[in-house]
């Protein structure tokens, strides 16, 4: 009893210094903080003037020219503020954190006492990288990606090689947060862990080759349709006047197709690695690998399909330089 005391007591420093660093902030954030808080705005202004199904509506199916989910994280704590920013910023800020806490702690008590993973978890989450996403500015949407990936990694190694439903499941969910949040930061952050996480486990026995290819197979489709659904009507009907190919004619155009492209090659040599191996299908421990991705890539596809062209020219301007 007295250890769980302790232990919580020490998690909540990082929440209670974000609410104690909110009390005497009186400036609401700025750049692309603004930009989500805007967007969080607009929606929550519906729910505010009483018009319910255009806030529910419009809560799940507005995107701003940042096109990521984080603005939803937002909107709901306007609404329950009344419309009080620094409020609403506050209260986002402060779950945020509060998840970084949790996830580092589950992480580190996969092999640490309780003690001293609260301990250890609590000062990871004052740091920048954790308290602001990196950033050492409130409200940018780093704050949220980083318990998204957390929680991803964490249920990645609980759900014991996808034995565990209930893990596998929660995986799914927090791999598909990560991708509505921060897309392109997800790929480039998960993929290289998630790579060795299934070496390792092939070479542990524990998936078979049949069951990772054709894993492989589903987020290869899942991201074809994803670019095909633009790419065609570029290459075909569009052309010069497609949203993709005018950020920056023609150069974006060109890489969005090389990018379809190369897809196209990945699909099509994973279908037939797919297609060779469940000839000579190896039996492996009952798992929820393949129900696991395929909730997580309906999810992502769901979401992205009918903002594909703001999410490309989102990350565009902002990796290669346009903005």
Do not use: C
């Amino acid at each position: 009893m007295l250890i769980n005391l302790f232990k919580f007591s020490i998690l909540l420093i990082a929440p209670l210094i974000a609410i104690l660093w909110h009390s005497n902030n009186n400036m609401p954030t700025l750049a692309d903080g603004a930009t989500y808080l805007n967007d969080a705005v607009y929606v929550a202004n519906f729910w505010l003037d009483g018009n319910i199904s255009k806030f529910l509506e419009t809560y799940f199916s507005y995107r701003g020219w940042r096109p990521t989910s984080f603005p939803s994280f937002i909107s709901p704590f306007l609404v329950v503020s009344e419309g009080n920013i620094l409020f609403a910023s506050s209260l986002t800020h402060i779950l945020f954190t509060s998840l970084s806490t949790f996830f580092i702690y589950k992480i580190l008590r996969l092999n640490r006492e309780v003690i001293e993973s609260a301990i250890i978890a609590a000062f990871l989450s004052l740091s920048v990288s954790v308290f602001f996403g990196g950033l050492g500015v409130p409200l940018f949407s780093e704050i949220g990606l980083v318990p998204f990936i957390l929680g991803t990694l964490y249920y990645l190694i609980s759900s014991e090689y996808f034995t565990k439903k209930k893990e596998s499941l929660l995986f799914a969910l927090m791999f598909f947060l990560a991708f509505s949040i921060r897309p392109a930061q997800s790929l480039m952050i998960l993929i290289l862990p998630i790579l060795l996480y299934f070496v390792y486990s092939i070479s542990k026995n524990k998936f078979s080759l049949y069951e990772v290819s054709r894993m492989l197979l589903l987020v290869a489709s899942s991201a074809f349709i994803l670019i095909a659904s633009r790419a065609i009507p570029l290459l075909f009907w569009e052309g010069e006047n497609n949203t993709i190919y005018m950020i920056d004619p023609p150069k974006s155009g060109d890489i969005f197709l090389n990018i379809f492209y190369l897809l196209l090659v990945l699909n099509l040599l994973s279908i037939v690695i797919f297609s060779f191996l469940k000839k000579n299908k190896k039996k492996s421990q009952e798992n929820s690998l393949f129900l696991s991705f395929s909730i997580a890539m309906v999810l992502i596809v769901s979401y992205w399909y009918p903002f594909m062209s703001e999410l490309f020219n989102w990350i565009y301007a902002n990796i290669l330089g346009i903005l």
